[in-house]
């Protein structure tokens, strides 16, 4: 079984610039989980969704960020615009409800430069 | 591949050795723990869970130990190898189910 996929691994962009971050999660998970991590640091939760719905995006930055799960199945996850402060590993995982075992993606890698 | 571990605390251990890796958490309403193993360039991967209602549970090669009067978590490896060098990562979840990390342990095994 395919496990949490992320693309793309890599992102180079210039500051202002828009990024966009794609997840497709294990099949029949209905949880779905963004987290940002910095080099040195644990994850941090940016969103997280139960189906479709955001049930948890406390630590969002709305003005520059946004996440979308149309389906309630595959995920992007925007940057617009773009910081240098925003370079880091976006990590992407689910599980199949909330509080139960998250499996992760590799992550996408993204330096502002 | 760069590493996600430079300003970690870091354990080193000798291979064959065990290792013992410890977690303190603060929220006392979590009900469910994991520790995650994370090697260079890629995501965490489960190693083993445990509820809030056991003390100890095993896998292979692998214990956790769960202390809730203290809020301690720990992972126990025995005779670790070199495949077990990596970044260390224990978890949490409450009601909430907000699953929370903590700082990370770097462990390096020395051949």
């Known amino acids: 079984e395919a496990g949490v996929v992320q693309s793309p691994r890599y992102k180079i962009i210039e500051k202002k610039q828009p990024v966009a971050f794609w997840c497709n999660p294990i099949?029949?998970?209905?949880?779905l989980y963004w987290y940002r991590q910095n080099l040195g640091q644990g994850p941090e939760l940016l969103i997280r969704y139960e189906n479709e719905e955001a049930v948890d995006d406390s630590q969002l930055p709305k003005d520059r960020f946004s996440a979308e799960r149309l389906k309630g199945v595959d995920s992007t996850l925007k940057i617009q615009p773009a910081e240098l402060g925003d370079s880091a590993v976006y990590l992407c995982?689910?599980?199949?409800?909330?509080?139960?075992?998250?499996?992760f993606g590799q992550g996408t890698r993204l330096t502002v430069v | 591949g760069e590493s996600v571990g430079l300003h970690l605390p870091t354990l080193s251990v000798q291979e064959g050795d065990n290792s013992i890796i410890n977690c303190a958490y603060s929220?006392?309403?979590?009900?469910?723990f994991i520790w995650y193993k994370q090697e260079s360039g890629k995501g965490p991967q489960f190693i083993i869970d445990?509820?809030?209602?056991?003390d100890k549970r095993q896998g292979q090669r692998v214990t956790v130990l769960l202390n809730k009067t203290v809020k301690h978590l720990s992972l126990q490896i025995a005779a670790t190898q070199p495949g077990d060098s990596a970044v260390y990562f224990c978890?949490?979840?409450?009601?909430?189910?907000?699953?929370?990390f903590g700082g990370g342990t770097r462990l390096m095994v020395k051949p």
């Open positions: 099949s029949g998970h209905n949880t």
């Open positions: 978890a949490e979840t409450d009601a909430g189910n907000m699953l929370t």
């Open positions: 929220n006392s309403a979590s009900d469910y």
């Open positions: 445990i509820r809030s209602n056991m």
């Open positions: 995982a689910s599980s199949l409800e909330g509080g139960g075992q998250a499996f």
